[in-house]
């Protein structure tokens, strides 16, 4: 409750830009407890978070390319979140980190050449990962199914498949003398209907042929057409490069009084190998904006210094690059007090929730509680979220990596940082799962005793794009910033 103060002081204060330079700072020296005083330092964090900056961001990044670690596209994206750092007053190094194998696809041509009446049918197609370069060539498509009794029908042309192609099949499709290989895996009617689902090939500088990716309304119309007889000639060519590349993470600090530290990180590549704006460019948005108003409320004096300092991370490689930061800090894990990790902060096909994960690790209690708090303080107010809630384990993410179990298969044992993931979009279709017990949300809108993961219509697809994800719902970027912002106002200050 507040005391005669400042209940005089909310009464008689009719100019907010008064109170806006002259009270909030003031109010900053009083004890955390005082409500008024932190949602107010709250608000005005939420007031300077900015749509347009989040969405140029993405723009450029997913023009970059698919960013992989090690790649061109890879370094050119590493260079603009470090200039993104320096822009924002804080001081930012690049680690460069063990090489792996990387590719790069250049360019690719796929088509139908005959019937000309189907050259519309292949749209939004995307080269497979790892696929090699081969010349133009023009060859006969054939059907194969999951039984794959008829390999020889393979010899010298195109196979279309409904099937994910694993290393095994792939090998039979070479041995079968198969020239180019179509998948349009799922083969779902639910999912992936103009866009392709992006899978890479085994990853290998020496793939013998090329795969591509399409979307299920083509490979459904091709495998229509050879039923009933038709003759289908493909023309395909790509350009591509394998070779060995070093990732390279960015990292930014905001020093706080003591030598304890969160981590706020996002993955800077898209691990699809495809555009990426909601995966992950809208995640690395994320992190450049929350560190940007930070530091500039505490240049501005809204904020003092934090008692903890807050490491900003956009890794270069999803899960290489934040083991290799593990591995390099092995000796000074005891001070990480928590990392939060923005993935897929960019869309969400029926829900406006922001989800917290993973509410059942233990050690992730007092933080995970501190997000619950947040989502329940602000939802459903106006420039917040509808919904937010926490949500068990579902994998698949860097934030896993701070997780005592694959520390342990690095050989660090001892270290409990708690870990969390947030996003507002995951997977491509809607799960729902059973609710960790005790950990119902008030801001949850559906069954207390279960979660329902919103999902992205363009997961790992070609049709990751800024128009069809970050640009349809700025609001999801916007929203996860927010949380992440006031939850560290709580923990860090």
Same mark, same amino acid.
């Given at each position: 409750m507040l005391d005669p103060f400042f209940s005089a002081i909310r009464e008689r204060i009719v100019d907010m830009s008064f109170l806006t330079r002259s009270i909030i700072p003031w109010l900053l020296l009083v004890p955390a407890g005082n409500l008024v005083?932190?949602?107010?330092?709250e608000m005005q964090f939420a007031q300077r978070v900015s749509e347009k900056a989040m969405l140029n961001t993405v723009r450029v990044l997913s023009n970059f390319?698919?960013?992989?670690?090690?790649? @061109?596209?890879?370094?050119?994206a590493?260079? /603009?979140?470090?200039k993104g750092f320096r822009a924002a007053g804080l001081p930012a190094v690049t680690t460069k980190e063990p090489e792996r194998l990387v590719y790069v696809n250049n360019g690719w041509e796929l088509r139908v050449e005959q019937p000309r009446r189907l050259r519309n049918t292949i749209r939004h197609e995307w080269l497979s990962g790892f696929s090699p370069s081969v010349n133009r060539r023009i060859a006969p498509l054939r059907f194969l199914?999951? %039984?794959?009794?008829?390999?020889?029908?393979a010899d010298s042309c195109v196979v279309l498949t409904d099937q994910f192609v694993d290393k095994k099949m792939y090998q039979e499709l070479v041995e079968a003398g198969t020239l180019c290989i179509l998948s349009y895996a799922p083969g779902d009617s639910t999912m992936y209907r103009e866009s392709a689902l992006i899978f890479h090939l085994p990853g290998d500088s020496a793939n013998p042929i090329p795969m591509f990716n399409i979307s299920y309304s083509g490979g459904s119309r091709l495998r229509d057409e050879l039923e009933r007889g038709t003759e289908v000639l493909i023309r395909f060519s790509a350009s591509s490069r394998v070779f060995?590349?070093? @990732?390279?993470?960015?990292?930014?600090?905001?020093?706080?009084?003591? %030598?304890? /530290? /969160?981590?706020?990180?996002?993955? $800077?590549?898209?691990?699809?190998?495809? @555009?990426?704006?909601?995966?992950n460019a809208s995640g690395v948005a994320g992190v450049l904006e929350l560190s940007r108003i930070l530091n500039e409320m505490i240049r501005e004096k809204r904020l003092p210094t934090p008692e903890r300092s807050i490491l900003f991370a956009v890794w270069g490689g999803e899960y290489s690059s934040s083991?290799?930061?593990?591995?390099?800090?092995?000796? %000074?894990?005891?001070?990480?007090?928590?990392?939060?990790?923005?993935?897929?902060?960019?869309? $969400?096909?029926?829900?406006?929730?922001? /989800?917290?994960?993973?509410?059942d690790v233990p050690h992730n209690a007092d933080m995970m509680k501190v997000l619950q708090t947040v989502g329940e303080d602000y939802a459903d107010k106006k420039g917040f979220w509808d919904e937010s809630t926490t949500n068990p384990s579902q994998g698949g993410t860097d934030s896993y990596v701070f997780l005592p179990e694959v520390l342990g298969g690095l050989g660090i044992t001892g270290a409990e940082i708690p870990s969390v993931t947030v996003y507002t979009a995951a997977w491509n279709a809607a799960r729902t799962m059973p609710q960790t017990n005790g950990?119902?949300?008030?801001?949850?809108e559906g069954d207390p005793d279960s979660v329902t993961i919103d999902y992205s219509r363009f997961y790992h697809s070609s049709r990751d794009v800024p128009a069809l994800t970050t640009e349809r719902e700025p609001f999801n970027m916007s929203s996860a910033v927010k949380?992440?912002?006031?939850?560290?106002?709580?923990?860090?200050?």
């Open positions: 005083a932190q949602r107010n330092v390319g698919n960013r992989l670690g090690g790649s @061109p596209s890879g370094d050119r590493a260079a /603009y979140v470090r199914g999951s %039984e794959r009794e008829e390999k020889g029908q060995q590349g070093s @990732p390279r993470s960015v990292l930014a600090t905001l020093k706080g009084k003591s %030598e304890e /530290y /969160y981590i706020v990180c996002a993955h $800077g590549d898209s691990d699809s190998g495809g @555009p990426g704006a909601d995966d083991t290799a930061f593990v591995r390099s800090r092995a000796d %000074e894990l005891s001070q990480i007090k928590g990392v939060i990790n923005f993935d897929q902060i960019g869309t $969400g096909e029926t829900r406006n929730c922001v /989800y917290f994960e993973s509410n950990w119902a949300s008030k801001a949850w949380a992440v912002g006031i939850a560290l106002l709580r923990l860090a200050w």
